[in-house]
């Protein structure tokens, strides 16, 4: 499992138990394949995930995929975006489309999920609701289903047992929430009001620049403020998948809320 240590990769690894081996960098960074080939060795799943400073042109997937195939990796789940198909020209969803096509021409069992955005994004308000108790977004009335990341995981810990080969799957909630809506679930969670403060985009820009790469930025706010109407529609997938229903908000919030 690469990516083992973050938000979609810890709870991965709880489902999978000592049937899985974790990954992460810097002591396999898949900007150097070669440095997988210990992880993979009689392997036979592999889940991929590029952290968004590995989607630049230089990320060479196909040698991630031939080392993962000489260490004996029959099938590989890859972590993409909705994006990847919902705008598939625009940086950097376009480098998760290039990585999707490479995992569809190569000759592995394959699996793909493009999941919303995730409600551990609300993360980034710990700081400013603890201290102020404020929490501010960009695009206030525009809803999103994003998806709790431990579903993310639930659909990916199926798929790595096989039986999901040549699917894609759009992984969302089960509602649309405007930020608005999301912080009013989370002043429910920790029992005390939090303030909604509405940012300019600008104001969005700047701070999210502070942790991604200029290209995340502007392809994130276009989603935000101006989604298409499939990036707005709610997903069945996690359910199909799993046999439960996904996560809504409000569940992430009360398991979460003593971070804020």
């Known amino acids: 499992m690469t990516g083992a240590t973050g ?19 810097p002591e396999v960074d898949l900007a150097r394949p070669e440095t997988l080939e210990p992880a993979v060795e009689g392997a036979e799943s592999l889940f991929l995930l590029f952290a968004g400073d590995l989607l630049g042109p230089d990320t060479d997937i196909a040698s991630v995929l031939d080392v993962a195939k000489a260490g004996g990796v029959r099938r590989v789940v890859l972590l993409s975006s909705q994006g990847a198909g919902t705008r598939p ?12 096509e490479a995992v569809r021409q190569s000759s592995l069992e394959w699996t793909i999920l493009r999941p919303s955005g995730f409600f551990s994004n609300a993360y980034a308000w710990v700081q400013p609701v603890r201290e102020h108790g404020v929490a501010a977004a960009p ?12 579903d993310i995981a639930a659909v990916a810990a199926v798929a790595l047992q096989g039986g999901h080969e040549g699917r894609t799957y759009v992984l969302t909630g089960p509602e649309a929430l405007t930020p ?63 046999g439960r229903k996904a996560a809504r908000f409000a569940d992430w919030a009360a398991r979460n809320a003593k971070a804020f």
Do not use: Y
């Open 89 to 100: 020209a625009m940086v950097p969803h376009s480098r998760l489309a290039g990585f999707e």
């Open 180 to 242: 608005v809506e999301r912080t009013k679930a989370l002043s429910s969670a920790i029992g005390r009001e939090i303030r909604f403060v509405e940012q300019s985009a600008e104001q969005a820009r700047e701070e999210m620049s502070r942790f991604m790469p200029p290209p995340v930025v502007d392809g994130t706010l276009t989603i935000l403020g101006s989604p298409t109407a499939e990036e707005q529609q709610v997903s069945d997938h996690v359910e199909q998948v799993t």
């Open 139 to 150: 695009f206030a009335d525009v809803a999103l289903p994003f998806v709790d990341p431990a």
């Open 7 to 25: 938000n979609v990769g810890r709870p991965l690894m709880e489902l999978l138990g000592d049937k899985a081996i974790g990954v992460s960098r």
